[in-house]
């Protein structure tokens, strides 16, 4: 089954510094993976992307995520955080079935980015 | 474009009672998803259907749980009897076809409370 796995309940920052929030994946074939941010009361807003190409991935609002197959990871980065990046980072894989593309997520993590 | 519209926000239940949620998906897109997200956890799909046919309900606990979307547009959930284990935000997400590599677009979901 296609899986991913967020190993960090939460990650704290200082406002200013360079974030990453971690994704390390399992799947058979090739991975589709995404990351989604969740602000408090709302839905799941998309970022970013990887299907296929450059191993490094640019999303909204600065993000990038990083593709690396040889760890299995799709770490997601910012160079510089803000307190407004504060919020709850999902990252997914697309489902393989003969059903369409449902997504599996991953159990979150919080980002925190102090002033 | 407008985005996923879901009803009604919040909604607060005893147990044994029923309960119906209902997301209209944005305009054109045939993919409509609904997730079960519980506190602390990562959305796990409940339902897919594409159009107005269901393409997999696999993990929609049936004995309590209906969803129907008769005019492949808009969608409805619903939970009856309710349990305690049932409380947790609904999410309805969208997307332009089956095996679309445009990302899903997710609603501000319903948060169900059951006391």
């Known amino acids: 089954a296609q899986s991913v796995a967020q190993p960090e309940d939460q990650v704290n920052v200082a406002e200013g510094n360079p974030l990453t929030v971690k994704c390390t994946y399992s799947v058979s074939g090739n991975p589709y993976l995404f990351w989604y941010v969740q602000y408090p009361n709302r839905g799941l807003q998309f970022l970013l992307k990887?299907?296929?190409?450059?191993?490094l991935v640019k999303g909204s609002y600065g993000f990038e995520a990083e593709f690396n197959k040889s760890q299995t990871s799709f770490h997601l980065k910012k160079p510089s955080a803000l307190v407004s990046d504060s919020a709850l980072y999902f990252c997914?894989?697309?489902?393989?079935?003969?059903?369409?593309?449902?997504?599996?997520f991953g159990k979150g993590t919080s980002l925190l980015v102090t002033p | 474009e407008a985005g996923v519209a879901q009803s009604p926000r919040y909604k607060i239940i005893e147990k044994r009672q029923s309960v119906a949620f209902w997301c209209n998906p944005i305009?054109?897109?045939?993919?409509l998803y609904w997730y079960q997200q519980i506190l602390g956890q990562g959305p796990k799909l409940l339902i897919q259907f594409q159009n107005n046919g269901v393409v997999d309900d696999s993990q929609l606990p049936k004995d309590r749980f209906s969803a129907e979307r008769l005019k492949g547009v808009d969608s409805t959930l619903k939970i009856q009897p309710a349990k305690l284990e049932d409380s947790a935000v609904y999410l309805c997400?969208?997307?332009?076809?089956?095996?679309?590599?445009?990302?899903?677009?997710f609603g501000d979901g319903t948060r169900l409370s059951i006391l």
């Open positions: 997400a969208s997307s332009p076809g089956l095996y679309s590599n445009q990302p899903q677009h």
């Open positions: 990887y299907i296929t190409g450059d191993n």
């Open positions: 997914a894989v697309r489902a393989n079935s003969n059903s369409g593309y449902a997504l599996n």
């Open positions: 305009s054109g897109h045939a993919t």
